[in-house]
Each structure stands twice: as structure tokens, then as C-alpha cells.
């Protein structure tokens, strides 16, 4: 007999441990026991494709697939890849990708706390955005954490206080709590590869935050490291930066690759023209070595279509 319960010990290990982690998933996706093995279809099983026909994510966005509700309302938005835009409608988005959020999808989540944040197809609610973000960042969503750090950075500036007036100690206490947690979350959206996150905390240390004292270099690297996340604000900045040696030591080949890339993604007519007059400046050899080095930093940025698709990932 001692010996039988010896050799089911390891069963009954697996069984406790199973258990724990059916029951841990439940809690973390917000799903009954009984409907999981559906939720792990939907998720992971399903072949369902983001470039499905319409009609076909519209059927089974209506038949409750979350990720079905996600692509079908991302698709009626800008961000679409081109090719698999619907149409552009901000309230149908709005609505699918609320659809999707009440459906306990994550992203979606993070997507709707920004429509509200902004007022994109639906009524500006500064308190909805709030609770659906704090939602997504409790599943680790990085628009969570930037919608998050968005409104308590608001709410930070929207404290004045002023010197020699009896509630001076009390605003600025409570406006430095706000923008440390402000930043405490563009932290973790930025760590996550969230490029508004990067670009916010690049802001941070060019101007100095509570918490994060004034340092042009950290500056330098959290916008370097969101423009290779293809975002044009950074890359402009950061173009801005090398030309004219502001906060960072001048150079112009790294000016001149930039520039490039710029041109690459937004293709305006000014960029053309302030990269002709920045040649001007420069030797041969030094435009031939910025023009090798954009060639090697477009390479590695994620291209516009890929960009677009990963979107439709709902684990971005």
C-alpha cells in the first residue's frame, strides 16, 4: 500500500500544481473555470488571421471572439495596414474595440482608455480612461501604462502652485507625487517598447522631473531608442539635436543619417531641403559615412507595413 501511494505521488503533485495554475489562470484573464477552454481557443487555437475577409471577422466578432472584435474595430481605424483597412470610422471602431475590451481583451483594453482619454468616437470621459487603463495595465498592457502616465502627468500640470501662498507646500507636494507616478508608469510603457513612453521619458530627463534629475544623454538614448521604434517626433528631435549640437555633442553625419530616415518615413518636402543645405556643410566623406549609416538604421527599423501589422498583435 505504501508503496502505491509512493508511486502516485508525482501524479498527485501534477494534479495540485495543475490546478493551481487553472485556477491563477482564471484570475489573470478574468474567466470562469468552465469557459477557459474556449477563452484558450480563441486566443491561441483559432486560426482566425488578421487579414481575414470583412465579412468573415465580422461574423465571428459577433458570435463574441474577442480578438475577432479587436482586428475587426482596428481595422476601421488609420492604423490599419492599408491594404486591410475597411474603412476609416472612428465610432465603429470605438464601438467593436469597446466590444472587445468588455471581453476581457487586454489590448483592447489599453485602445479604449485612449479613445477616451482622447474623445476618438466616443464622448471625452478623463474617468473612463482612467479605469479601463488601469485595467490594461494590470494585465501588462503598455498603452495602459501610457494612457495612465498621460492623465497623471495632466493632472500634475493642472497643480500651480505658487510661491508665498499658504497651500504652496501642499500643491507642490502633491504635484511631485503626481509626476513621479506619472513617470513611474512611462517607465514601465517604455521598458515595455512603447515609443510614446520612450519619447516622454526622453522629455523627462532633458528638462529635469522629480526623481529623474536633468541628464542629456539619457535623453539622447530614450529618444534614440524610440525613433528605432519609427516614431517621426523622436527622429525629427533627435536630427535637430545632432545638426546644431544642442544637448548633445554636434555631428553631423549622425544629423545627415537621420535626416534620411526622416525622409524615408514622412517624405516632406522641408526635409529634402534642409538635408541639401546640411551637405553643404559637410565633406564628402563624412555625407558618404552618414548616408552608409542610414542605409544600416533603415534597415533596422520595423517597416511601415510591418509597423501596421504588429497592431493586430494583441500582445503589443
Known amino acids: 500500500m505504501r508503496h502505491k501511494i509512493v508511486l502516485l505521488r508525482p501524479y498527485a503533485i501534477a494534479s495540485f500544481v495543475g490546478t493551481i495554475l487553472v485556477v491563477d489562470l482564471s484570475n489573470q484573464w478574468e474567466v470562469p473555470i468552465a469557459q477557459l477552454p474556449g477563452e484558450l481557443h480563441d486566443r491561441y487555437v483559432s486560426e482566425l488571421q488578421a487579414d481575414a475577409k470583412d465579412t468573415a471577422l465580422l461574423a465571428l466578432a459577433e458570435g463574441g471572439n474577442s480578438q475577432a472584435q479587436y482586428i475587426y474595430a482596428l481595422r476601421h481605424t488609420k492604423y490599419a495596414p492599408p491594404d486591410l483597412q475597411i474603412k476609416e470610422d472612428q465610432k465603429v471602431a470605438f464601438t467593436w474595440m469597446d466590444k472587445a475590451a468588455e471581453n476581457r481583451h487586454a489590448r ?10 482622447r474623445g476618438l468616437g466616443v464622448t471625452k470621459d478623463e474617468a473612463k480612461a482612467k479605469e479601463w487603463a488601469i485595467k490594461a495595465a ?13 492623465l497623471t502627468k495632466t493632472e500634475a500640470d493642472a497643480l500651480k502652485p505658487v510661491k508665498g501662498t499658504p497651500s504652496f507646500a501642499k500643491l507642490q507636494s502633491d504635484r511631485e507625487k503626481a509626476l513621479g507616478e506619472a513617470y513611474t508608469q512611462y517607465l514601465r510603457g517604455a521598458n515595455a517598447g512603447d515609443r510614446h513612453c520612450l519619447r516622454e521619458m526622453a522629455k523627462a530627463y532633458e528638462v529635469g522631473q522629480p526623481g529623474l534629475p536633468q541628464n542629456y544623454r539619457l535623453a539622447v538614448d530614450f529618444y534614440t531608442r524610440a525613433a528605432m521604434r519609427r516614431d517621426p517626433k523622436s527622429i525629427r528631435i533627435l536630427t535637430d539635436r545632432y545638426e546644431a549640437g544642442d544637448r548633445t555633442p554636434k555631428d553631423l553625419q549622425q544629423a545627415y543619417a537621420w535626416r534620411l530616415v526622416l525622409i524615408e518615413i514622412e517624405d516632406l ?12 556643410k559637410m565633406e564628402l566623406e563624412d555625407v558618404q559615412a552618414g548616408q552608409e549609416l542610414a542605409i544600416k538604421l533603415i534597415k533596422d527599423l520595423p517597416s511601415e507595413n510591418s509597423d501596421a501589422m504588429a497592431r493586430l498583435n494583441p500582445a503589443r
Not at 494590470?138 to 498621460?150: A, E, F, I, S, T
Open 108 to 117: 483592447a483594453m489599453g485602445v479604449v482608455a485612449l479613445y477616451y482619454a
Open 138 to 150: 494590470d494585465k501588462g498592457q503598455p498603452m495602459g501604462y501610457r494612457v495612465l502616465g498621460d
Open 269 to 280: 518636402p522641408e526635409d529634402v531641403t534642409k538635408l541639401g543645405s546640411l551637405e553643404k
